[in-house]
């Protein structure tokens, strides 16, 4: 019977890739000249680093188009509010990966109401959708593409 599964990752080698290019980007703008400015990432936090709000706001800019262009879909950023540290501020982000339960509901309730003649199924952080015909799975990945998912899907194991 046929199937794959619907995921959520990020590969994590790009995404400390896109955080490299950020830091040598502001190491070498004049608006960032002697602020010490830059980005750590650890595991699946990003720090950023800077004297100033708008600064921060300069370095997500910059960060988002490093992350465009190395394929990482912004949506999967869960951005935490702005901390002031003395003189300077810091800002945390985490990046989400694997399909909570919430997000895995809606995506089965999306299927579901499709009327399609497929099963999904939550296994862990990861929904597997099983059905008898392949233009069935073709037409539910086309439907997860067009909706309002607010994270960014992979389809995977597309099996026959």
Do not use: W
Not at 13 to 29: F, G, K, M, P, Y
Not at 44 to 51: F, H, I, K, P, R
Not at 137 to 144: D, F, S, Y
Request: charged share 35%; glycine share 4%; with cysteine.
């Amino acid at each position: 019977m046929p199937s794959f599964d619907v995921v959520s990752e990020i590969d994590k080698h790009e995404l400390s890739n896109a955080v490299d290019q950020t830091n040598r980007e502001i190491s070498t703008r004049y608006d960032f000249k002697g602020s010490d400015a830059k980005i750590d990432l650890k595991d699946t936090t990003m720090t950023l680093d800077a004297t100033g709000d708008f600064q921060i706001k300069q370095i997500h800019d910059v960060m988002y188009k490093k992350l465009i262009k190395r394929g990482i879909d912004t949506r999967c950023l869960d951005i935490g509010k702005i901390q002031t540290k003395g003189i300077r501020v810091a800002q945390e982000i985490k990046v989400r990966e694997g399909i909570d339960k919430e997000a895995a509901k809606k995506i089965v309730k999306k299927i579901k109401d499709s009327k399609l003649k497929v099963q999904p199924a939550i296994q862990g952080e990861q929904v597997r959708v099983t059905g008898k015909k392949r233009d069935d799975l073709q037409a539910v990945i086309e439907m997860l593409k067009e909706s309002d998912i607010d994270l960014p899907l992979q389809f995977i194991n597309f099996r026959d």
